[in-house]
């Protein structure tokens, strides 16, 4: 019984390849997502702009 062989996985080094494309995948998806709320900010800073220029609204507070 002495004699029995078991099969094991062999370890491997890292994949740089594999690396670099994980990190470049991951680092595009961070910046579209970041830029999509960069975008949706200044889109409602804009809106607030054209409102506050047209007199829709105000900034200051209008005493009774």
């Given amino acids: 019984m002495a004699g ?3 099969a094991h996985a062999t370890l491997k080094g890292p994949s740089v390849v594999k690396e670099l494309v994980i990190g470049l995948a991951l680092g595009l ?14 889109r409602k800073t804009r809106a607030f702009y054209d409102l506050l220029e047209r007199g829709e609204i105000g900034v200051v507070v209008t005493e009774e």
């Fill in 4 to 6: 029995h062989k078991i």
């Fill in 29 to 42: 998806a961070a910046g579209g997502l970041w830029k999509m709320h960069h975008w949706n900010e200044q």
